[in-house]
């Protein structure tokens, strides 16, 4: 079902000559659907006398901050930065005034995909209806004590760390939320906001709570906000791990299979936990003229423009096809690690990122559903830089530049997104005939919401690992069991990068040596220059590589935009040569090996003289 939501707000002074609350709601724009609605109601604290003023930047730097933030965050992640940003600013404030002026409640709610999340602080409550049922999801936060019940004991601003409470649920359509600020609440009772909150418009809902507010008496200001959902959102990756787990796992396929209107054409992976098939289905439509498919030799198994054909005058296309292997069908991890891949994927495609990243389809071509667990990549034409090494061809310093700023730029937009794709080599980058560079597996990356068991994972292939992942200890020059080995990061795939354009600048050697699988990485000295082995490499080129391959990660560039940097300022501003390790962290041994030629050389002395220079 499409997004849909109705959204009522009301708010009067009441009886106090100043409104002090304030709330605000924001509907996502185009594009950005996945983040779902937010709607927040805040109570400014009167005593200091700018109870508004914080009421109304809270909730305005909530619900439009909101949106700023990466699409791979969890809900609650996103709300606890803005409102810890947002309490630790008026909490300066409030220590350069005694006593304090600026101090709200705030409740906050965000529907998103099938589930809603509620951030609440102070006595502001939030209530849902569901099938006639009215049920309070907050808790005020005053004192227990009835005669203290005005006294609040969490407030937003008075101290620089603020514990928020933080709920999360299902969503169903027709359900409605109420946000009642305690001008409200405090005077309405809970049958008469069951009754009022069936009427069917939420600004009708809104206004009539105010209003019989007021009409019992309320001396307080009063403010309401009501949410209707009327439609579902697309699914959050808990929505597709549910959905991943009523599915079943297609049995292995042969070619001249079927699926859901898909042909099997042939298998292309099988690694043991994945299988990849390229498949063929009905192509949209496409007017009079239908490209030929190109050279079998010429495929590879992801990418975005899909290679097209046709058969007996009718046009079809090629796609990926990804699921698990049958022996892992009832893995309940590796099934929510592919989830994750489909959800992340499907987030990437509405950022900058989706340029070089391929296409994931949400449903096979022709309106059918989907009886099984697989996700459905578009297929292009081209081949991965692995394919093109192992055909020795030879990349040009100019070529290997223009692959990595196109590999950069797809990096940068993916880190700003708290995303890590964590297995960067030639074998996942895909050159298409468009000339379009494009990231292809997603199954390894870390994004802030994977599974624990991808994230637990030693993942990515040995060669390309930094050398933090394995405990390396650059004292020792060694894998030092004592040293905890680095989670992976940002800086994780620019060295898989740096490794990646080495390899190719020398027709496939690898500065630290090829490190095979339950092997450990081995950094015992600094790499030779890629222009010791082709004699095209610029230094300034040089510099830039062995900066990105550096053993000590303080020498490496540390963003994706600082390294895109180096490459286009290029020899007009060039960079030095990372210093080279000094002879202690090439060599730990190395005092030991010289105090062991002194003695040998010392002994020989001795000997000759004991034997041959006269008593």
């Given at each position: 079902m499409s997004f849909e939501m109705d959204i009522g707000y009301t708010s009067l002074a009441g009886a106090k000559p100043v409104n002090e609350d304030f709330a605000g709601a924001m509907l996502p724009e185009e594009g950005h659907e996945a983040m779902g609605v937010?709607?927040?109601?805040?109570?400014?604290?009167?005593?200091?006398?700018l109870g508004r003023d914080a009421a109304q930047t809270t909730v305005t730097t909530l619900v439009r901050d909101y949106y700023g933030t990466p699409q791979t965050w969890d809900t609650t992640v996103a709300l606890d930065r803005i409102?810890?940003?947002?309490?630790?600013?008026?909490?300066?404030?409030?220590?350069?005034?005694?006593?304090?002026?600026?101090l709200t409640t705030l409740t906050a709610l965000v529907l998103r995909g099938h589930s809603y999340t509620l951030a609440h602080v102070g006595d502001t409550r939030a209530y849902l209806l569901r099938e006639g049922q009215v049920t309070q999801l907050t808790v005020d936060h005053v004192m227990?004590?009835?005669?203290?019940?005005?006294?609040?004991?969490?407030?937003?601003?008075?101290?620089?760390?603020?514990?928020?409470?933080?709920?999360?649920?299902?969503?169903?359509?027709?359900?409605?939320?109420?946000?009642?600020?305690?001008?409200?609440?405090?005077?309405?009772?809970?049958?008469q906001l069951a009754e009022l909150a069936?009427?069917?418009?939420?600004?009708?809902?809104?206004?009539?709570l105010v209003q019989a507010a007021l009409r019992a008496g309320s001396?307080?200001?009063?403010?309401?906000?009501?949410?209707?959902?009327?439609?579902?959102?697309?699914?959050?990756?808990?929505?597709?791990?549910?959905?991943?787990?009523?599915?079943?796992?297609?049995?292995?396929?042969?070619?001249?299979?079927?699926?859901?209107?898909?042909?099997?054409?042939?298998?292309?992976?099988?690694?043991?936990?994945?299988?990849?098939?390229?498949?063929?289905?009905?192509?949209?439509?496409?007017?009079?003229?239908?490209?030929?498919?190109?050279?079998?030799?010429?495929?590879?198994?992801?990418?975005?423009?899909?290679?097209?054909?046709s058969s007996a005058g009718e046009p079809y296309v090629y796609y990926a096809l990804k699921t698990l292997h049958p022996s892992r069908a009832h893995d309940p991890e590796e099934c929510a690690a592919l989830a994750h891949e489909a959800w992340l994927a499907r987030c990437m495609q509405s950022s900058r990122a989706a340029e070089h990243l391929v296409q994931l389809h949400e449903a096979p071509p022709g309106g059918k559903g989907q009886t099984a667990f697989y996700l459905l990549y578009d297929w292009h034409a081209g081949e991965s830089l692995q394919q093109m090494l192992a055909r020795k061809h030879r990349f040009a310093p100019t070529q290997v530049v223009d692959l990595a700023t196109q590999v950069l730029q797809a990096l940068a937009r993916l880190h700003r997104q708290s995303v890590v794709h964590r297995d960067l080599k030639p074998a996942n980058l895909h050159l298409g005939t468009d000339g379009v560079l494009r990231l292809l597996d997603l199954g390894v990356a870390l994004s802030?919401?994977?599974?624990?068991?991808?994230?637990?994972?030693?993942?990515?292939?040995?060669?390309?690992?930094?050398?933090?992942?394995?405990?390396?200890?650059?004292?020792?020059?060694?894998?030092?069991?004592?040293?905890?080995?680095?989670?992976?990061?940002?800086?994780s795939d620019l060295f898989a990068l740096g490794v990646t354009l080495y390899q190719l600048l020398t027709e496939g050697k690898l500065p630290?040596?090829?490190?095979?699988?339950?092997?450990?990485?081995?950094?015992?000295?600094?790499?030779?220059?890629?222009?010791?082995?082709?004699p095209e490499v610029p230094i300034w080129l040089d510099h830039v590589v062995l900066k990105a391959v550096a053993r000590d990660k303080r020498q490496r560039f540390e963003t994706a935009e600082e390294f895109l940097l180096a490459l286009e300022r290029g020899a007009s501003r060039p960079l030095t040569a990372p210093p080279a390790s000094p002879l202690m962290q090439r060599d730990p041994a190395f005092v030991w090996k010289l105090l062991l030629v002194v003695s040998g050389l010392f002994n020989v002395l001795l000997i000759y003289w004991l034997l041959f220079l006269p008593k």
């Open positions: 937010i709607a927040a109601i805040a109570d400014g604290v009167s005593a200091g006398g409102i810890a940003a947002q309490n630790a600013w008026l909490a300066a404030s409030n220590r350069r005034s005694e006593p304090a002026v600026g227990p004590h009835r005669d203290f019940r005005h006294q609040l004991m969490r407030v937003v601003g008075a101290e620089d760390r603020l514990v928020v409470d933080y709920m999360q649920g299902d969503l169903q359509v027709g359900d409605v939320f109420i946000l009642l600020s305690d001008g409200v609440h405090g005077s309405v009772r809970l049958r069936e009427l069917a418009q939420a600004q009708v809902i809104a206004d009539s001396n307080d200001n009063a403010t309401a906000v009501v949410v209707r959902v009327l439609g579902l959102l697309d699914a959050t990756l808990q929505d597709v791990s549910r959905s991943a787990q009523e599915l079943p796992v297609p049995v292995r396929l042969k070619p001249g299979d079927l699926i859901d209107g898909l042909r099997v054409e042939e298998v292309v992976a099988d690694n043991g936990v994945n299988l990849i098939y390229r498949v063929r289905g009905m192509a949209p439509t496409l007017g009079t003229g239908v490209s030929s498919l190109p050279p079998e030799g010429a495929l590879a198994p992801k990418g975005g423009l899909s290679a097209l054909g802030g919401r994977e599974p624990a068991a991808v994230r637990e994972l030693h993942a990515g292939t040995p060669s390309y690992v930094n050398p933090e992942q394995w405990g390396f200890s650059l004292r020792s020059g060694r894998i030092d069991t004592d040293v905890p080995p680095e989670a992976p990061d940002a800086q630290y040596g090829e490190v095979l699988p339950y092997q450990s990485g081995r950094y015992y000295r600094d790499p030779q220059s890629p222009s010791r082995y082709n």
